[in-house]
Every structure is written in structure tokens, then in C-alpha cells.
């Protein structure tokens, strides 16, 4: 039984990911659907691992899903979207940016960085779809890294039924003035990522 | 029109279109944005006090003026209060008073798990609790009309959940406060408001008899309903346990607790006589099911539920499990390898390192405190010792150099941390006289909940300037006589001042100042690494910094987009092979 769509935005603290699961959040209110977002700060903000879960449905009781029921696991971070893979439903879409951020262990040679297909063969044991995104690169060419995350949605988008002007219509709302030609571009930019 | 709202937005629109005149609070997660929020909206006085024990009083003082108050903190925040709770739980007040506070199950970011429902039967006023954010709006303007109504403060309780998702709110195009907030004139009655023995015993009976008549107005509050299923199964529930017990007793029947105390007993009894069995679904203590029981109702909660970390579904659904009540899932966990941790860190460019760095050198015991610089104890730093409660340090490290130690204790707080109570100890140090060496870490900011202001910034919550009290002025007209103002960016000046104070007998007291790099977002340059000088030792490491980075060879390399050029790295390498090139320097 289906009777909510969850999604799961997840990456490290600066990467975004608030502005991007907020631009779902008011889509799914803005498509007549219930929808709650809910997100912890706090230290997070010390370069810890973020994230943030939105979820739609007709009527939504508690604002996080249960563990395997994320439909939709949106990962700025390769080791962040392992690490958060237990939420996600059997046959979910993990959709990844192709970006590695050490942490301290790691940086300081204590700990080593899971090779990328370590971390995608973790997901073998939910479901096939696993999308590996160039985020960052699409960002950067574009002359602004900080808009992976709206690639990235824009990738996500393609992948639900609903028309591209809802989503367009609340970037524009929830981004300051003069970075809303980028990023709708970004978005767009991020829609045709999917062949 | 619906909006998506989190809880402490949707608390603050509540407190404006409800016209509270007055808020105070002292910033603490997850109750900070409540009054960051409010401060937007016109025609009222919002603060940040220095601590939850002022913002209170505050708020008191103006429900004694006659007008709609609020008083917002985290849970740890009403211990601080608590005085000031258990008086105007005698005295009542004019206005209406509600003082919101933020639990925080699971401990996202704080020291302890305290359930603040037991500070409502302890100080004997009402409780109401919020479930979504509409909720959170409606609620704080049922409970100003409470308070007024039961000449009673009304404790509003949030958990981490609840303050920090965001829900639809049904919000009006242009809302405006309820009354007119016209200054009143003071109502005086020395009987109910000076609270010395003689007129406090004549409250007490007040008291007891308000909380049977909140217990008689509980039965019909439309905050506390039944939602009828099956009558096989039915839930008492409230909060955020409620919205995960409705995901997974999806047919139970529900009394739906708006009002956590005191309790509906009828009402209760009327739910618990028509259904099969009855369930209490609460997070951390057991306290609504204690007194369902003692209603010699049957009863079961905590044998299931744990009293221990954050519900959520899972959680919720692993105590039905074995409760009997639904099989274990199907779906298989998925394993998961170890993979590396990400903890919060100190900031690369962050001013604390420089201290820490030094103290860790030197071995000295650290009598820590709360704030960014509690992140000091992570390795490869590790220098603090003790973190307990907000301006414990400096009272602590008074009672280690009372019982003497052969190693040099060293007491570290933050600014706002030293306006919030670490001016008290201070003067303890002195008074009584040890040979304790207490740091400030004045980065001008309360930065570990979000950069507020504080009393040392200059500028106030509606952002308009003040008069910023000198930390260096008051710790000398405290008595001290030995003051080392230092740059933490400059680690030999540092270690100086360490090694001066700790040659000084009696008190002593080092400011280490500079701003919060985070806040001001500066960037001085980076550091490059000469690689032909570079043998891989890792001394620089030791700062603890994410910029800077062992590579595959082994050698250091830095990241530039992380590294603020503070130096500190830099200055550690001891075959001089960093160098700092200067913002635009190339
Ligand atoms: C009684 C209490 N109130 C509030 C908090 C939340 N809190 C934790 S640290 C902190 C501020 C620390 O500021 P400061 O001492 O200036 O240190 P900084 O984070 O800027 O380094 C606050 C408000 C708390 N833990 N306890």
C-alpha cells in the first residue's frame, strides 16, 4: 500500500539541500496534496551530515517516513547517500550527485573514502535504480557550483509525472531574485540530464 | 491560503495575531527561531534576554502590566527559569503568559533528555502540547485565553519534531494582534503578588483549587479529542507520538491529548470503558500513563515503548510488535558496511582551535562549557574534560583548584555564554579567592544556535544598536587583576598568556577575541603547501581542521575552498612548508 510519496534529501551541512527539499515540499502543497517537511538543525551546520525528509500524500500524520519507505533518495554526498539506504523502498530511485566530501576522519588519514561502488552495491539490496548524477560538474560548467542541488531536483522532477511549470513557479518564489535565471536554468539543465 | 510553516513559525504568528505585547527569551535549539520570527512582526518587544531566568521575569513583568506575554527557551532553559515558574505559579498574573518550551528527545543538541511535562505537575500549572504545526499557532492562543480565564502561566511544549517540521497552516492574507495594547494602568494587590510566607501560604489553597477547575476545564477543551475506529485497540496519545502512532495504528481509536495536564479523568474512563485495550504512546517518561493508571484505569505504555532517545515510526512500530499487536516487517534491514562518520566540527578558520590547540599542548585540564567550543573535545583536539550545563565551567574549575590537582585546570566558556551565568562564578573565583585561570572565548556572537545577539554585540533582536557591555572592563571591575586580552589566531601569544596567568597567583583571566568566521564568512587567503619541503609528518593535522588534508602520497594538501587562511595549520609546521598566499595574492 502507497498511500504517501517520500522523499529523503541528504548531504552535507552547506550543500544546499535545505532550499532544494523546500522547493518539494511547497510543489506538493501546491498540487492540492497534504505535505510535511521535516529537518533537524543545529550542529548540523558544523559540517555534519544533513537531511531532510518531505513527504506528500492525501493526508500525512507523522513528518518523517519509516525506514524502507523513502520512494525517492536525493544524495548530494556518495557516502551520504549510503549511508542514509536503509530508508529507501524496495525498487526505490536513489538519485546521487557525483561528488565526494572527505570528513575530518577521512581528511586526516584515520578513516578511508568507500569506493563509489561499494556504496552503490549497498543499495543492490533494495532496488536497481541507482543514479549517478553529474550534479556538480553540470554546475560548475553552468559557472555556479551551488546549484547542484537544483540539477538535481531538476532530475528528480523528470522522474514524476507532474508539469515543469509547478516546479518553476515555486523556484522562483523560494529563490532571491537575482539567482532565479540560474537557477530555472539549472533545473531545466537538470530535467534533461535524464536521457 | 496554506502554508507550509514550521512549528516556531507557526508559534510566533500565533503569539502576534493573539497580541502578545511582550516576548523574551535566550536562544537555545529547538526553540530559537520562535522569537527570531516574532521580531518581524510590528508592534511588539521582543528580546533576547541573557538567560531563560531574566526572559521570564520579563515576560512576568509585563503579564503584571496587563498585557500578553511569552517566554520562550529549550528544555534545559526552564531549569534555569524554574524560580521564577514556581512564583508566578502562585501569584497568577493579569495578562495572559505562556511560556514555550522546546524538548529535546534524542538529544539532537543538547545535554540531557528531560520530559518538561513533569515541570507542569511540579509547578502545579497547565500544559498544552501541539502536535503539527496549525496546532502550534491555535494552541498558544488557546493558551493565553487559559491563562487569563485560570489566572495561571501556561506551559506550551514543543519536541524537536514539532518545532522544526514544517506543516500546512491555514493562514489569513492580513492578520492582525487581538486588543488594543494600550499601556494599563498597574493593577495592585500585594496579597497576590508579594509573595512572602504569609501571603504564599494563603495561595497555596489557590493553587490546588485552580488545577481541579483546569482538570474540570480539560473534559470539554477542544484541544483533547476522540477520534473513534475500531474499538479494539485505542490509543491515548499527544505531541509528535501522536502523528506516528496514527501512521501505525492506522484502524485504533484515539484520545488525542492536547492538553498534557492536568488530565481529562471522565473523559479518560468514558474512552478507556469502550475499548479492548488501551495503550499510552508517549515519548521519554512514562507520564501520562502513571496517572491513567492511578485513575485505576488498565493501562500500558512504557513495557512496550521506550523511555529512552526520539519516537518515530519505526520506533512506534517496533513497540506494537511487541506489543502483539502487528508482525515484524517483511522487508529485510539493509546492512550497511562501517562507514566513515561525519560529527559536527569546528570550522576550518574557527577562532576556538587556537585555544584548544594550545591548552591541548600544554595538558591542562579543561572544565569545559557549552557552546561551538564543546566540539573541542573531538579528536585530534580533545581538550576539553568537562561539559556540563551552560556556565558550569567557571564554577567547576573553582571546586578542582579547591581540591587541588597536580595538573593546571583551566575554566572555558563563550560570550554569551559568560552574559548568560558565568558572571556569577567569576565573581565566586575572586571572592573566594583561588588560583583559577578562567578563558573567554568572545567570537561576538552566540554562534552555536544560529549568530544571535547577545549583550556583548552592540545590537539587540530587532537589530537596532545598544550599548554593548565591555567583557574586559567587567571582569576587571569584577576584582581581576590579571586580564590577557590575546588574538586565538596567534597560537605563541596564546601559549604566552597560558603560561603568564599560570604563573600568577589568585585569579586570572584570558580574553581570546576575534569574530566568528562562519558569521563574517572571511576568507584571508589560503594556505599552500610547498611539497618539496613537505615530509608527511602530520604535525598540522593536529589542528583538527576538514581544510586540511592528508593525500594519497601521504603528503598535506589543502583544500582551498574550505580554508580561510587563519594560519593555524601553518603556524605548527615545523619545516616551514606552508606558506599563506594572500586573497587575490595570486
Ligand atoms: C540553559 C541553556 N540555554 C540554552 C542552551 C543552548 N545553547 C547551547 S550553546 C549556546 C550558546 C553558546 O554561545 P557562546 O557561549 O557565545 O559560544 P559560541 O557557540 O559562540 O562559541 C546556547 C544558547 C543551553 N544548552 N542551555
Redesign the pocket.
Known sequence: MVDSINFLFVGVGGQGIILVSDVVADVGLKLGLDAKKSEIHGMSQRGGSVESHVRWGDKVYSPIPAKGEVNYLVAMEILEAGRWAPYLAPDGEAIINNQQIASLSVSSGLARYPETERIVNIFAQRTKNVHLVEGLATARRMGNPAVAGVVLLGYLSSMLQYDEAAWLEVIEKRVPARFVKLNKEAFVEGRHLRG | MKKLLSGNEAIALGAYESGVKVAAA????PSTEILENLAKYPGLWAEWSPN?KVALDVAIGAAYAGQRALAT??M??L??AADSLFYVAYTGLVGGLVIVTADDPGMHS??NEQDNRQYARFAKVPMVEPSDSQECKDFVGYALDISERFDAPVLLRTTTRVAHSQTAVEVEERSGPQGDGEPKSYKRDKAKYVMVPGYARARHPVVEQRLKDLAEFAETFEGNRIEWGSPDLGIISGGIAYQYAREVFKDASFLKLGMSYPLPERKIKEFASKVKRLLVVEDLDPFWEEQVRLMGVEVEGKKYFPMIGEFSPDVVRAGAVKAGLMEEKALAPVELPELPGRPPILCPGCR?RGVFFVLSKLKAVVNG?????ALGVNPPLAAVDTTG??GASFGVVHGVNKAGIVERAVGV?????FFHSGIAPLINIVYNGSNSTTII?D?H?????GHQE?PGTGRTLLGEPTDAIDIENLVRAIGVKDVRVVDPYDLKAVEAALKGAFATEGPSVIIATGP?VLKTREKRGVIVVDGERCNGCGLCLRVGCAAVVRASDKLVRIDELQCTGCTLCMQTCARKAMSLVEQGGR
Not at chain 2, 535566550?26 to 535549539?29: A, K, L, Q, R, V
Not at chain 2, 562549557?369 to 567550543?373: L, N, P, S
Not at chain 2, 566558556?413 to 555564554?417: E, K, M, R
Not at chain 2, 556572537?445 to 544556535?449: F, Q
Open positions: 535566550y536562544p537555545g535549539t531563560e527557551m529549550k534545559v532553559g531549569n534555569v543538547s545535554q576556538h562549557d557549552i557552546g561551538c567550543y550545563c551552560m566558556l563563550g560570550d554569551s555564554t572565548l567570537n556572537t552566540t554562534a552555536m544556535t547577545n566568528c
